[in-house]
């Protein structure tokens, strides 16, 4: 019996490890994917301490859309399909791993440029705001002129006293925003963050509604166009059929391949809204260089890919199959 036991356990991790190659029915496909909703923004910060919040990075890395408070006039909202995944290869190993695109990855490369001389973008972006300002200047004096010469009585007087408090509300906070920016530029700490938070939107066990679910970013390489996520209270939702990320023995990337890939198709288009949302596999086949032929409206990113077998083979991201192996083993890649 001693001497059998060796052979009997390497007969079950033979037998586990066969098992995490099953092929999957379509059914199992939808169930390996999950809608990841994304919400970022941007901030100057002066000593740790973020003072402006903005929307973007616009032509010579200047900030836009910039706001003295944290509101949804300076974030953008996104979503994408996630993967359920399992850290090792050999088991069911998924405390509520997601794998899905990272939307923000080209924007930390602008980041990193527009911090390499962080004084001259913020000079830049307060010399924009300045500009902003002598027009509203001009515009106050327009409507004080009106006001002097006309008088209530007068039709539409009411209004134009509205739009010159207005103008002059702008005019001052288009002000402070100047001299928080120039603050900043010469307090010799400043620097520009993004802020992404992501959610897991999925259905309820006891209704047919969605549930939001916070996830946490594990992956710590901003500029990796894949990221690694973990719902917050590490658990998968009911029904979810992670993938196992095999290294050797995988299908390989032909081109003219038939695929399947799982997606929540629509979900990287404007105006998507989740309420409705399901998962749908699509036929397809691949191009040269790891590409595929489906569109976006189809495969957005983060979808998972299937051979027409049923084995998982990676993830789509802009229109490209990734390896399971750029993940590493235990997914040590896309964590610290």
Avoid at 87 to 96: A, D, N, T
Avoid at 156 to 169: C, F, S, T
Avoid at 178 to 188: D, F, H, I, N
Wanted: aromatic share 8%; proline share 6%; net charge positive.
């Amino acid at each position: 019996m001693l001497q059998s036991l060796p052979v009997t356990l390497a007969a079950i991790v033979f037998i586990m490890y066969a098992s995490t190659f099953a092929p999957r029915s379509a059914g199992e496909m939808e169930r390996s994917i999950a809608l990841v909703e994304s919400v970022s923004y941007y901030q100057i910060c002066a000593g740790g301490k973020p003072v402006v919040w903005f929307k973007s990075l616009g032509d010579g890395c200047t900030p836009e859309g910039m706001t003295l408070k944290a509101d949804t006039a300076a974030t953008t909202k996104r979503y994408a399909t996630g993967c359920w995944v399992n850290r090792y290869p050999l088991f069911p190993s998924c405390p509520g791993l997601l794998l899905t695109a990272n939307a923000d990855s080209t924007a930390w490369e602008n980041v990193a440029a527009a911090n390499k001389d962080i004084r001259r973008t913020l000079a830049k972006a307060a010399k924009r705001i300045d500009g902003t300002i002598n027009q509203l200047k001009r515009k106050i004096e327009e409507t004080d002129y009106y006001m002097k010469v006309h008088n209530v009585n007068d039709d539409g007087y009411n209004i134009m006293a509205v739009l010159a408090e207005d103008i002059k509300r702008q005019k001052a906070e288009a002000e402070k925003l100047a001299a928080t920016l120039k603050t900043a530029a010469e307090s010799g700490q400043a620097e520009i963050r993004i802020v992404t938070r992501h959610t897991l939107i999925c259905r309820s066990d006891t209704a047919d509604r969605p549930v939001r679910k916070p996830c946490v970013t594990l992956t710590k390489t901003m500029t990796s166009p894949v990221t690694l996520l973990q719902t917050a209270d590490k658990r998968t939702t009911a029904g979810a059929l992670p993938v196992y990320l095999h290294r050797w023995l995988t299908p390989p990337k032909t081109e003219g391949r038939s695929v399947i890939i799982a997606s929540i198709p629509g979900c990287g288009q404007y105006g998507f809204t989740p309420d409705a949302a399901s998962p749908e596999t699509f036929d397809g086949t691949t191009g040269c260089g790891s590409s595929h032929d489906l569109p976006p409206l189809l495969a957005p990113d983060g979808s998972a890919v299937f051979t027409k077998g049923g084995f998982f083979t990676g993830i789509s991201i802009a229109g490209r199959i990734t390896s399971t192996a750029d993940f590493g083993f235990g997914l040590n890649k896309l964590q610290p």
